[in-house]
């Protein structure tokens, strides 16, 4: 599967933005797909994740309530909604999918990665 994040940009802050995650297979309704940033600096962390089937989203729990996580199999999409934005959200946000249930906050569990897009939130 391979996969495309794009909907980044510059926001100031307060702003919202969405960013899309496109994949090249209508396959990707079979896995689990997560998101996650890298700040300049700073190792990868997780934002959000949601289940195959659309059931479950998790949050890293600085952006429980700010973020969400949705997705569109029929359309081979996976969404993330980003409110009341902050300046230290700007990273580097990538979609990655995974085909193994649980661990959704671990890097390591997921096979597929896209090339990530780039958040800039300015104060």
């Known amino acids: 599967v391979q996969l495309q994040a794009s909907g980044g940009g510059l926001v100031q802050a307060g702003g919202s933005l969405r960013l899309s995650c496109a994949a090249s297979?209508?396959?990707?309704?079979?896995?689990?797909v997560g998101w996650f940033r890298q700040a300049p600096g700073k190792e990868r962390e997780f934002v959000g994740a949601?289940?195959?089937?659309?059931?479950?989203?998790y949050y890293a729990d600085s952006m429980k309530g700010r973020f969400t996580v949705s997705r569109d199999n029929a359309e081979k999409m996976v969404y993330l909604q980003m409110n009341s934005l902050k300046p230290e959200d700007t990273a580097v946000y990538y979609c990655?999918?995974?085909?193994?249930?649980?661990?959704?906050?671990?890097?390591?569990?997921?096979?597929?990665w896209g090339k990530g897009t780039l958040v800039t939130v300015s104060s």
């Open positions: 297979e209508r396959t990707l309704s079979r896995y689990d």
């Open positions: 949601i289940t195959w089937n659309d059931r479950t989203t």
């Open positions: 990655a999918a995974k085909w193994n249930a649980g661990d959704y906050g671990a890097a390591s569990q997921y096979n597929y």
